[in-house]
């Protein structure tokens, strides 16, 4: 059967491809290969951030791959020092250069209660978000959305946007599946996308997934990344080796049963699970 990576379609009407290539703890030179790598085996979307120090990297991979511009969807991300109008203003902009692109796809607030904006979140948040809207009325970013929000931080953002979130990026696995944010996301029309889909490598010694894998005769992450597909969610797998690179994009071709889908739902705590973003330390 023919590989085919599907989109889906944001509440703006855009599209994003369907799995989404992670670059975290990828340092420049690193990223700059696997990006590339990733683009030439058939990725189309590239999720990086200014906290993972390799936006230049990464840019340089895009323009490495050969592959034009508008067949790519990029995303980078707004870091917790810089929250408010003038610091997200600026932000915006370094990644824009460092990237060395002339429009982001996907502008996400990383984290919604960074420390230093404890007592004053919610105004941060909606400070940084003004200015995320006028940069998609400058044509800088396409569309905007957040990370690692709970209901009560979209809560106090939604009423007073302009432009609405169209994705929330969680930290989403068989070993933390976030109930409540995956249903809050669907009722507001927010594209789940699920972070360290591999439990960032923590997935591959579970028994019953090794299990699955070889019922399929399919890689551990593979079976993993299927789920994630047919739970509506939109994986971001990170690896930075090229036989992985290649693997993490060969799901389109299989489906899991019903059953096992629920023995892949009953696995909860086995590869650890999402950080409180109101009270984690940084
Ligand atoms: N918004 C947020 O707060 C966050 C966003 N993210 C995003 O999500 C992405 C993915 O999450 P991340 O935590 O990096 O980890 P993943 O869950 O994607 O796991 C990555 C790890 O698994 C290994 N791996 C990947 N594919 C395979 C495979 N097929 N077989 C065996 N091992 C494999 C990688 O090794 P190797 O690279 O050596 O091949 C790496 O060690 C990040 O890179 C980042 O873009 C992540 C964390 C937080
Ligand atoms: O995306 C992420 C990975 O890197 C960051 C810090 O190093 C994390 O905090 C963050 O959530």
Do not use: C
Request: aromatic share 10%; glycine share 6%; proline share 4%.
């Amino acid at each position: 059967m023919k590989q085919v990576e599907s989109d889906y379609v944001l509440s703006n009407g855009k599209t994003i491809p369907s799995i989404g290539f992670g670059t975290w703890q990828a340092e420049n030179e690193v990223a700059k290969e696997a990006v590339k790598t990733a683009i030439l085996s058939g990725y189309r979307h590239i999720d990086t951030a200014a906290a993972y120090k390799n936006e230049a990297g990464v840019g340089a991979g895009i323009i490495a791959s050969g592959v034009s511009r508008d067949e790519l969807f990029v995303t980078s991300k707004l870091w917790n020092t810089e929250h408010s109008y003038k610091q997200a203003q600026a932000a915006i902009d370094t990644s824009l250069s460092e990237l060395q692109l002339d429009y982001l796809d996907l502008y996400l607030i990383h984290w919604p209660n960074p420390i230093g904006y404890r007592d004053h979140w919610q105004e941060a948040n909606l400070e940084s978000w003004r200015a995320m809207e006028e940069a998609v009325l400058a044509g800088k970013i396409k569309s905007i959305g957040v990370s690692n929000f709970y209901p009560h931080h979209l809560d106090a953002l939604l009423p007073h946007v302009k432009i609405r979130p169209v994705v929330n990026q969680i930290f989403l696995n068989p070993s933390d599946r976030q109930q409540a944010v995956v249903y809050y996301n669907q009722q507001h029309n927010l594209i789940t996308e699920a972070y360290s889909p591999l439990g960032t490598g923590k997935m591959f010694t579970i028994k019953e997934l090794q299990e699955l894998a070889t019922k399929y005769q399919r890689s551990v992450a593979q079976v993993v990344l299927r789920w994630s597909l047919q739970k509506g969610y939109l994986p971001l797998p990170k690896s930075v080796t090229t036989s992985r690179i290649k693997e993490n994009l060969e799901v389109f071709d299989f489906e899991l049963s019903a059953a096992d889908m629920l023995i892949i739902d009953g696995l909860q705590g086995v590869a650890g699970v999402a950080k409180d973003p109101d009270i984690r330390d940084f």
